[in-house]
């Protein structure tokens, strides 16, 4: 919250040099170098880590869909995404679908 002429402005705090970049900053224009840098070992790790461990549970656990269910809402629709993505989309393109 801000209240003029109490509050401290946005533009008198600095992050500490060592911080890591937003990620707002990241994912919408990550114009630094270590910006990029952070932005690609997100996605790296998403596409090889995350994702098939995600796709692994879930195929491997009976209980996976009820401990899903019981996450806030946006991760649930992020997780039933990226299974959507993983198994139907991907497996429309190795039919030759796209």
């Keep these: 919250m801000v209240a003029p002429f ?6 008198a705090t600095r992050d500490a040099p060592d911080a890591e970049a937003p990620t707002c900053t990241l994912k919408n224009f990550p114009y630094a170098a270590s ?3 952070s932005w690609a070992a997100e996605v ?3 596409l090889f880590t995350t994702r098939p461990r995600t796709v692994n549970s879930y195929l491997s656990s009976k ?4 401990e899903l269910l019981k996450k806030p809402a946006g991760e649930v629709v992020a997780t039933a995404a990226q299974l959507h993505d993983c198994l139907v989309r991907v497996a429309r393109l190795g039919r030759g679908r796209g």
């Design 63 to 66: 209980g996976f869909v009820e």
């Design 6 to 11: 109490l509050t401290e402005p946005w533009s």
């Design 44 to 46: 790296l790790s998403s």
């Design 35 to 37: 910006h990029a840098t």
